[in-house]
Every structure is written in structure tokens, then in C-alpha cells.
């Protein structure tokens, strides 16, 4: 894909850095298009060595090629972050006073803009029919961000995270395949309180489950998130189930899947519980020893979803994250756990050497229910949430 990357000059451009390096590595062409503004925040050879392609910010540059016109032209997405109250407020206006904002006015694709400025700015009435302005004409305008600006302010007006942004610009071109499908998915770690204070837990943080419900959602899908002691910000559009232990999540996983077509367990789910939790703190013996912990075995949530299937012709998908051990690799002990559990769809991730938890990341394998590798996938949560629902829409589109 073809994308503009369009940059104004606000000191939310560093993050744009982070956003050509999603594009970037999802495989797809980026030309930036920073206004000279911009340039004083992040300089020409940063954008050039990330993108592997020239800087401008005048019409008079490569004027053969005519680029204020062939880029538009030529785009298949155009996003433009940070997009400040200045650059706002000439593209209503239909200005077209740089290279950025002649493409602009070209463009006949999809355009995403995401706003960043100061609250007071963000909320005057200039911007604010500015906004509602370029919405009514199609282009598609994020709302910011809360949270700390620049010095000690805070307040609506902060640019969104770079993975958040290509999410919302990914929606906008993708195919709706899952339209009029219901599509639950968990995400997160369970925790499995040992007294009030402590908890069994891991380390999962929910991204890769929160980065598959934002794709199922922009291709068209009604979905509800299970998400199991995570901090992140709803996608938009998601119904949100928050949980904390493996039988909260199995009761409410269970009752969105009585009307799913498709059940993705990305979630962490803890193996064990403690046999008992106290109502106070565990206190240190006075000599020393600790008293053993006894652990039960939690439901196979997963392995239970794939045997009842709670809809005729639902397909599920659990996730593995797995380490190799004495025994075999992270592969021999995914494809086992393939048979064992009877999902449509097993999918490996390993989680060593900086892989997997809490990483922007991630790395995948798609195995089918015999433990057959069907994919291998790399790059950002969204990319791979990607590449797992292409395999689930044609799955359903089999059934």
C-alpha cells in the first residue's frame, strides 16, 4: 500500500517517527510529507533514512515529476499526524500553500487526521467548525488524546499512540469480511489472589488481544473484549468486559460466545489457582520458613469452547505462548497443544529473548488443529492481528 505521511509542525511530530516505523514495517510504502514547520522539530534526513524516500515541502521540488498532483493521485491512504491547528485550518480553507497541503486537495483516497495541539486550541470555535468541517467533506478526523501536552499541562488535545493511529488508519481501507459477525475476544492475564495483597499472575499486558479486537472491529465485526487486568485505552467501537480471575473470564467469555461466530482466546489464562485465599495478609513466620502454597488446576477455557463450539459453526482460536524446554522447542510444544486442545486455529508465540509480553511486536505462528503450520507472520500486534483474521475469514467463509 501506498501511504502519505503527512507531519505539521507541533512537538507531537517525534511520535510520527514511531507511526512510519508501524507503516514501514508492515510492508508498505511511505512517502512523508513534512510542512517546513515540521522540519524544525524533526529534521529531513530522519524522515529519509526511515522511509527510504526523498523529503520535500515545496511544490517546486522534483517539478517534472510534478508531485503536488502525482502523489495524491497515487495514494492509497493518506494520514497526516500531528495535524496542528494551523494545517487544520487551511485544509478547510482548501489552501494549498505547500507540497502537503497540494496533496492534500489531490487525494482521492481515504484521509486520517489526527489533531495535537493545546486544550484552549483543541476546544475554540475556530478549530471546532474547522473539525466539523473537514468531517462533513469525508475526511476522517481522530479526536485527541487526554492526557500531559507540553510542560505542566494536561488536558484534551495529546496526540494518540502511533499503533492506535495506523489501527484507526487501517480500518479505513480494509475489507469488511467479518460485517454482521460477532466476534469475542479475550485478552490480558489472570490474576489469582493469593491473600489481599499478592496474586498468581504473568505478564501478559494485552496488547496483541486489544490489537486483534480494534482489526475485527475495522473490518466490520460487532466485538466484545474480555480483557483481564489490562490498562489500556477501549478501541473504539468495542464492547469491553473487564475480568480478573480465570473464572471471571470463563463466565463472561462464555456468555458472549452463546452469540459469537468467532471466539479468539488471546488471553493469558493462568494454568493454577491457589487452593485457598486468605481474608489477610500472609505474614512472614517468625523463623523464617514460608508455608507451602497448594495449587489446583483451573478450567481449560479454551479446550472447553473448542469441544461444546456454544454456536453451530463457530470457529475458535486459542493462543499459545510457549518456550521451548529440555523436551523440544517453543513448535514441538504448540503443535502437542494443537491436538490437545481442538481449536480451529493454535496460535504460537514465543515469549524469550525480548519476544512477546509487553513488546510493540510480536511473532507468530498459525497452526491448524492437527498441528499444521499454516503461517508465519512478523511485526506489529496489528499486522499480525491481521494476518490471524484473513486465516479466520476464511475459515467462515467455508462453513
Same mark, same amino acid.
Given at each position: 500500500m501506498r501511504i502519505i505521511l503527512g507531519v505539521s509542525g507541533g512537538i507531537a511530530a517525534y511520535k510520527a517517527i514511531h507511526l512510519l516505523r508501524t507503516f514501514t514495517e508492515d510492508g508498505h510504502s511511505v512517502r512523508v510529507l513534512p510542512t517546513a514547520a515540521a522540519l524544525e522539530f524533526v529534521g529531513a534526513p530522519t524522515w529519509e533514512a526511515l522511509s527510504g524516500e526523498p523529503v520535500a515541502t515545496t511544490v517546486f521540488a522534483d517539478v517534472p515529476h510534478v508531485p503536488h498532483v502525482a502523489l495524491g493521485q497515487q495514494a492509497d491512504l493518506v494520514v497526516v499526524a500531528p495535524a496542528t491547528a494551523d494545517l487544520l485550518a487551511r485544509m478547510t480553507a482548501g489552501r494549498s500553500d505547500d507540497l502537503l497541503t497540494a496533496t492534500l486537495l489531490?487525494?482521492?483516497?481515504?484521509?486520517?487526521?489526527?489533531?495535537?495541539?493545546?486544550?484552549?486550541?483543541?476546544?475554540?470555535?475556530?478549530?471546532?467548525?474547522?473539525?466539523?468541517?473537514?468531517?462533513?467533506?469525508?475526511?476522517?478526523?481522530?479526536?485527541?488524546?487526554? &492526557? #500531559?501536552?507540553?510542560? !505542566?499541562?494536561?488536558?484534551?488535545? %495529546?496526540?494518540?499512540?502511533?499503533?492506535?493511529?495506523?489501527? $484507526? *488508519?487501517?480500518a479505513l481501507v480494509h475489507d469488511p469480511d467479518l460485517a454482521g459477525r460477532h466476534v469475542v475476544?479475550?485478552?490480558?492475564?489472570?490474576?489469582?489472589?493469593?491473600?489481599?495483597?499478592?496474586?498468581?499472575?504473568?505478564?501478559?499486558? &494485552? #496488547?496483541?488481544?486489544? !490489537?486483534?479486537?480494534?482489526?475485527? %472491529?475495522?473490518?466490520?465485526?460487532?466485538?466484545?473484549?474480555? $480483557? *483481564?487486568?489490562?490498562?489500556?485505552?477501549?478501541?473504539?467501537?468495542?464492547?469491553?468486559?473487564?475480568?480478573?480471575?480465570t473464572a471471571q473470564l470463563r463466565t463472561a467469555v462464555r456468555e458472549a460466545a452463546a452469540t459469537a461466530d468467532v471466539v479468539v482466546m488471546a488471553a493469558a489464562v493462568a494454568d493454577f489457582r491457589p487452593a485457598e485465599s486468605t481474608e489477610h495478609k500472609i505474614k512472614k513466620r517468625d523463623d523464617g520458613h514460608v508455608a507451602p502454597i497448594e495449587l489446583v488446576a483451573n478450567p481449560d477455557v479454551l479446550a472447553e469452547l473448542a469441544a461444546e463450539r456454544l454456536r453451530p459453526g463457530q470457529v475458535v482460536v486459542g493462543f499459545a505462548a510457549e518456550t521451548g524446554d529440555a523436551n523440544g522447542d517453543a513448535l514441538f510444544h504448540s503443535r502437542r497443544k494443537a491436538r490437545r486442545k481442538g481449536a480451529d486455529l493454535l496460535v504460537m508465540n514465543p515469549v524469550h529473548d525480548g519476544r512477546g509480553f509487553g513488546t510493540p511486536d510480536n511473532e507468530i505462528t498459525v497452526l491448524d488443529r492437527d498441528g499444521t503450520v499454516m503461517t508465519t507472520a512478523a511485526g506489529t500486534k496489528a499486522h499480525v492481528a491481521g494476518v490471524v483474521l484473513d486465516h479466520v475469514a476464511e475459515l467462515l467463509r467455508r462453513r
Open positions: 489531490t487525494a482521492r483516497c481515504p484521509v486520517l487526521v489526527a489533531p495535537a495541539m493545546h486544550t484552549e486550541m483543541w476546544q475554540h470555535p475556530a478549530t471546532t467548525e474547522n473539525v466539523a468541517t473537514l468531517r462533513r467533506r469525508g475526511t476522517h478526523v481522530l479526536d485527541p488524546a487526554s &492526557g #500531559r501536552l507540553t510542560g !505542566a499541562d494536561t488536558g484534551p488535545g %495529546r496526540l494518540p499512540e502511533p499503533h492506535e493511529i495506523a489501527q $484507526a *488508519a487501517y475476544v479475550s485478552a490480558g492475564g489472570t490474576r489469582e489472589p493469593l491473600d489481599p495483597v499478592r496474586f498468581l499472575g504473568n505478564r501478559s499486558t &494485552g #496488547r496483541q488481544g486489544y !490489537a486483534l479486537a480494534a482489526a475485527a %472491529r475495522a473490518r466490520g465485526a460487532q466485538v466484545t473484549l474480555v $480483557a *483481564a487486568n489490562t490498562a489500556l485505552a477501549a478501541p473504539p467501537g468495542v464492547d469491553v468486559v473487564p475480568v480478573e480471575t
